[in-house]
């Protein structure tokens, strides 16, 4: 690994590195924030997840997260959302596939086979390497995100049981496979074969019998995309059927933005610090 940024705040220091992954075969780029109480001693892990066009860098810039989690005591760690480089698959053209647009699955159709493995990475290869490297609390972590990286946190939840504590996300995709950006994705991704897509969507997933962890979702209702791409009536209605536990908010007057996030960041984070005592 090789460390390209540091920058101290609140008390603890905000990093960014770059690695070679063996998963995404490319160097991938992930920021992390170490609050004060890590130079110490071993804290618990939130990982978040971005959206569509977004990188490491927007929610370390505008959540305001740091200032939470030093007071909580809780590492950040916030990957890129898709790979990239020269030689990895894009869509110059579109904001909403390619790189910027890895949405968290494992890939299985050609070109993006090779290189689009995010939930792979998000979920095995990350962790591994920020338990190994930094002073994190070994399998004590929780999982958030936003828009793309909301579905993808619930996804990643949803499919590795057990594995994180709590989860939460804001304006998450919840259906992708009726959402228009989620369909040009999982087509270009997954392929043709509809039932595929399923794997990879937290609606479906609960109807096939998939449990979330404690949890946590807030959607704004002035969000621009809420009606023809969040779909979270969706998610809830599949959680009723399965009389299994979701919190989802309904937060008036917000829309789509880090304006939103920043809102109730704090609130996300006390959420699973709550759930990360040991």
């Not at 995404?24 to 890590?38: E, G, I, K, N, V």
């Not at 927007?58 to 939470?68: E, F, I, L, M, P």
């Not at 989802?248 to 939103?260: A, E, K, N």
Request: hydrophobic share 40%.
């Amino acid at each position: 690994m090789q460390r390209t940024e540091r920058i101290k705040e609140s008390g603890g220091w905000l990093e960014r590195w770059q690695h070679a992954s063996t998963t995404c075969h490319c160097t991938m780029t992930f920021s992390l924030y170490l609050p004060p109480q890590a130079a110490t001693q071993k804290c618990p892990v939130v990982y978040w997840l971005s959206g569509l066009t977004c990188t490491d860098d927007n929610v370390r810039v505008k959540a305001g997260a740091q200032r939470y989690a030093a007071e909580l005591g809780l590492i950040l760690v916030m990957p890129d959302t898709s790979p990239r480089g020269d030689l990895v698959p894009d869509v110059p053209e579109r904001y909403d596939l390619g790189q910027g647009a890895g949405f968290y699955v494992n890939a299985t159709e050609a070109p993006w086979a090779e290189n689009y493995r995010m939930f792979d990475y998000v979920t095995a290869e990350l962790p591994a390497l920020i338990e190994a490297s930094f002073p994190a609390m070994p399998g004590v972590c929780a999982i958030s995100g936003h828009s793309m990286g909301g579905h993808g946190a619930l996804v990643c939840a949803l499919k590795n049981p057990g594995k994180y504590r709590s989860v939460s996300a804001f304006a998450p995709i919840c259906h992708p496979s009726v959402s228009p950006w989620g369909e040009g994705c999982f087509g270009a991704y997954l392929g043709d074969d509809r039932s595929a897509w399923a794997a990879f969507d937290a609606t479906e997933l609960v109807k096939a019998g998939a449990t979330l962890p404690p949890n946590l979702i807030d959607h704004g209702t002035d969000d621009e995309f809420l009606a023809g791409q969040l779909f979270p009536q969706d998610l809830q209605a599949a959680c009723a059927a399965r009389n299994q536990p979701l919190t989802l908010r309904m937060q008036d007057g917000y829309d789509h933005s880090y304006h939103f996030i920043a809102s109730f960041i704090g609130e996300h984070l006390a959420f699973h610090a709550a759930h990360l005592k040991v």
